[in-house]
């Protein structure tokens, strides 16, 4: 018989090779599990995570479930924000049925109150002089808001780090307008498209129609550099005349830093517009919630495509929706099958994707990385070393980000060789000075633009 057991355990290697494949599919478990004490759980629990918007925490508790854990948030009468365990201390009732008071939340069963801190503030069925109050806490984790997101700290309650505070939430000449979505699959393959550029060229462009502008169908050359907090990639396209940089940012654990993707009309150095910052935050393992926001002009016109966008988010807010080339599963199986978006991409991967079927390649680089940078900060924290993004003092001034579109008149190269060496110089060097603030001295109006001179 050819073959045998161990034939299965192998990869297609020829024509209509299935039956030789791997039947099993298995993740990398190490990055995907993130309920409480796994490696990953564990690492995502040192940084504050948002959960959702302040205007979600109305007359009515809000039912939450982060990293594998259920949650109850409300803002109670004296306006402080609680996240509390969702079951009740006394025997496990949901506090989303719960009432809130000046002081945190009554259970409905018996009437149990918590403060935010976990403090048993009242058994009223207990016998005067109970002990319960002073012996019984119930599971609080610390919260704290920020431009209309409410974030939450799940780690030991004596290692709170500082709050980071980004220059993206902070941009004066911007409305930051804020989105949240949900996907069925785990957060790995959610976070991984924006560490993959290519994805532009083929999903959003070529594969099915302009999803995108057309600059956008040229693959583009792209570079991949570690940063202090994660890293930044930066691709670069030919536009006519012109070299059209872009570069995004990925901050750890879970934070990308996107550049808008309207491409600019002419030379622009340092350009900042339609930015999103957003973060990946595991519901559990087969569930993620996408939140955050965008920081959108306030006078940029946006026509066509992005005129959906454009009207949703100057109406406050929006849970990104089907117009939103395809973020959403909202569309009809047909529509989405004709014209596939992001969503149908990552959730189609899988509940959960099966790392040991991949075969990664060069336009893969960023995945690779990220993987890798993960993988490191949780070996960071078993070993009790500091960790990348994680703030242990407070900074005096908004972190900095470095997400940005650069149009460059540049003439093109003689030879396609020399036209790719030519991006990747132009590539790095504009991420170097990006990221070391030359530019940004430039888009404050230090220098004048248009003489910027690359290094040979
Ligand atoms: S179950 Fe909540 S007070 Fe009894
Ligand atoms: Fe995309």
Redesign the pocket.
């Known amino acids: 018989m050819e073959g045998g057991t161990n034939a299965r355990a192998r990869a297609p290697r020829g024509p209509y090779g299935a039956y030789h494949g791997q039947r099993e599919r298995k993740p990398d478990e190490t990055l995907v599990r993130v309920g409480p004490g796994t490696p990953c759980g564990e690492y995502f629990r040192r940084f504050w995570q948002p959960v959702c918007w302040s205007s979600h925490l109305g007359e009515l508790p809000k039912r939450l479930r982060i990293l594998g854990e259920d949650l109850v948030a409300f803002r109670d009468g004296r306006g402080k924000v609680g996240v509390l365990d969702l079951h009740c201390s006394h025997r496990g009732t949901s506090l989303e049925f719960g009432k809130i008071q000046e002081c945190g939340i009554r259970c409905c069963y018996h009437g149990w109150q918590f403060d935010i801190d976990g403090r048993v503030l009242d058994a009223p069925g207990e016998p005067e002089g109970t002990p319960i109050p002073g012996r019984v806490w119930h599971g609080a984790y610390p919260a704290r808001e920020w431009r209309g997101l409410v974030f939450v700290y799940m780690g030991p309650p004596g290692d709170v780090p500082e709050f980071p505070v980004y220059d993206a939430l902070e941009r004066e000449d911007a409305d930051c307008v804020l989105r949240h979505w949900h996907s069925p699959c785990n957060w790995l393959q959610m976070r991984e498209?924006?560490m993959?550029p290519a994805?532009?060229t083929f999903?959003?462009t070529r594969v099915f129609g302009m999803?995108f502008t057309p600059v956008y169908g040229e693959l583009s050359s792209m570079e991949f550099k570690e940063t202090p907090n994660g890293m930044i990639y930066v691709t670069v396209r030919r536009w006519k005349e012109y070299l059209y940089l872009r570069v995004s940012e990925m901050i750890l654990p879970n934070i990308s830093r996107i550049s808008g993707i309207e491409d600019a009309e002419s030379e622009t150095v340092f350009d900042r517009r339609g930015g999103a910052l957003n973060w990946t935050v595991p519901i559990d393992d087969t569930n993620t919630l996408s939140i955050g926001m965008g920081d959108i002009d306030k006078n940029l016109a946006i026509d066509g495509l992005d005129a959906y966008r454009d009207r949703q988010v100057r109406a406050g807010g929006y849970t990104v929706g089907a117009g939103d080339?395809?973020?959403t599963g909202e569309t009809s199986y047909e529509q989405r099958q004709r014209a596939p978006?992001?969503w149908d991409?990552w959730v189609s991967q899988g509940t959960i994707a099966a790392h040991n079927r991949e075969n990664l390649g060069y336009t893969d680089q960023g995945i690779v990385l990220y993987r890798k940078l993960v993988k490191s900060g949780i070996a960071d924290l078993a070993k009790g070393r500091a960790l990348k993004a994680r703030l242990d003092t407070a900074p005096n001034a908004p972190l900095e980000t470095y997400a940005n579109n650069t149009v460059l008149r540049v003439p093109s190269a003689n030879s396609p060789a020399a036209e790719e060496a030519m991006k990747l110089r132009f590539g790095r060097e504009i991420m170097d000075a990006v990221f070391e603030g030359r530019l940004r001295k430039r888009h404050l109006g230090a220098e004048r633009p248009g003489d910027f001179v690359f290094k040979p």
């Open positions: 498209n924006e993959d994805h532009l999903l959003h999803q080339v395809g973020q978006g992001d991409t």
